[in-house]
């Protein structure tokens, strides 16, 4: 499977809608979903959680947790519903999270985690990874980090995503645990130098196509996250660059595409918002772009949805952009 370029897993975020929305721009990356916690998928409702759109694949279930038999039976489960990977967290740090043990602070424990991975690699075929930072609170060195990833490695594990900052655990909130510890791209290159044989993907704090040519002169592959989310069409950047696909649609026809998408998935109960909230950004940097996310956000809400309605919002969206290109409005 190609890893080259990934868009990181982030709850609230890469839902099955995102991602449906994401693949229209990019044929090439990988996707991740949201973290899932194991308990859900083995007690919850399966179809709910797991269920996605065949056009999202390739497509990685990331899950949380540490319990190897519950690990196990999701692994198992996310094959089963068509997953190309299984992914496991061991990189949030939120205290719910640590609560509840899985996540950052599992760091701490990695002979438990090697249990958790052989488990999950006895019960799936699909490849199974890891998600993990470079340390946690005061442990922060490169031995430790070649320490952890040695003990992974033994599972037989081959692809390790690497978030090159380190995990405050306890202190700081998930939103500042996500800028405020520096990144340090080096140890994630050497790690590359380290273990050849291992597939390192390098993730935190990456902008632009040209970041990604870079990163990828030094390890096998790149994942964003917020960039992404709020800006999609940056994939179009990496198709064309990366990928070299000189067939990228323009943003008008991907949400030609949407507009299909939108009325069978009306037809399912889901809310027009639930898809479109996550296009707020596909404007970014375009003349209009604070037009579009205006329009979004005063009508993407209307609870009585039908399809004509729909129709209506999206002409509406389409025509006033195209006027909004040529500078008639803004
Ligand atoms: C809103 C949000 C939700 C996130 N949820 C997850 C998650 O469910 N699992 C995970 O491994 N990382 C999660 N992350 C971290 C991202 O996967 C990624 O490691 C981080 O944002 C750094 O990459 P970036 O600088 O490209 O955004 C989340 C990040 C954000 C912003």
Partial sequence: MDRKVSVAPMMDCTDRHERFFLRL???????????????????????KLLEFNIEEKPVALQVGGSSPKLLAEAAKVGEEFGYDE??????CP???????????????EPNLVADCLNEMRSATSVPVTVKTR?????????????????TLKQTGVKTFIIHARKAMLGKFTPKQNLNIPPLKYEMVYNLKKDFQDLEIIINGGITS???VIDHLNKVDGAMIGRAVYHSPYLLADIENKI??????????EIIEKLIFYIKNEIKKGTRINQVMRHTLGLFHGQTGASFWKKYL???MCVRDADVKKIDHIMDKIKTRHTETSVGRID
């Fill in 134 to 150: 470079i340390g946690y609170d005061q442990v922060d060195d490169y031995e430790s980090l070649y320490n952890f990833i040695s």
């Fill in 94 to 108: 939120s205290k719910k999270v640590q609560k509840n043990k899985f996540g950052a602070c599992l760091i701490k």
């Fill in 243 to 252: 990928f070299k696909n000189t067939n990228v649609p323009t943003r008008e």
């Fill in 209 to 211: 196509a040209q970041q």
């Fill in 297 to 299: 956000s005063e009508n």
């Fill in 86 to 91: 299984i992914n496991l967290n061991l990189g």
């Fill in 25 to 47: 721009i990019s044929k090439n990356v990988l996707l991740y979903t949201e973290m899932i916690v194991s308990e859900a998928i083995n007690r919850g409702d399966k179809k």
